[in-house]
């Protein structure tokens, strides 16, 4: 069994920050890509930004040059560090990794964290 548990968001004023992180634990043999998904009320669930086993990161054009995504592969841990937040970055943002265990490959979602921009 493998568990993602996020921690970080919350509320914060437009053009302020805030940094999300995301543990896995459990059966890993190794993890390949990890990233982060929001989702806000009444849209559906997308990509905000993955990174790679290596570190090589792609981000959606809606947060690239304000959001920053990096890994510590010896912890099994994503980051996500949110500049220049917009009241349009408001959702609930779900880690995801691509698990290797010891008895198959999947994908895996933490519980979700939100995070609200706002004055």
């Known amino acids: 069994q493998v568990q993602l548990v996020e921690s970080g968001g919350g509320l914060v004023q437009p053009g302020g920050s805030l940094s999300l992180s995301c543990a896995a634990s459990g059966s890993i043999f190794s993890i390949n890509a990890m990233g982060w998904y929001r989702q806000a009320p009444g849209k559906q669930r997308e990509l905000v930004a993955s990174i790679t086993r290596g570190g090589s990161p792609n981000v959606a054009d809606s947060v690239k040059g304000r959001f920053t995504i990096s890994r510590d592969n010896a912890k099994n841990t994503v980051f996500l560090q949110m500049n220049s937040l917009k009241p349009e970055d408001t959702a609930v943002y779900y880690c995801?990794?691509?698990?290797?265990?010891?008895?198959?490959?999947?994908?895996?979602w933490g519980q979700g964290t939100q995070v609200t921009v706002s004055s």
């Open positions: 995801n990794a691509d698990v290797v265990s010891l008895f198959d490959q999947r994908a895996y």
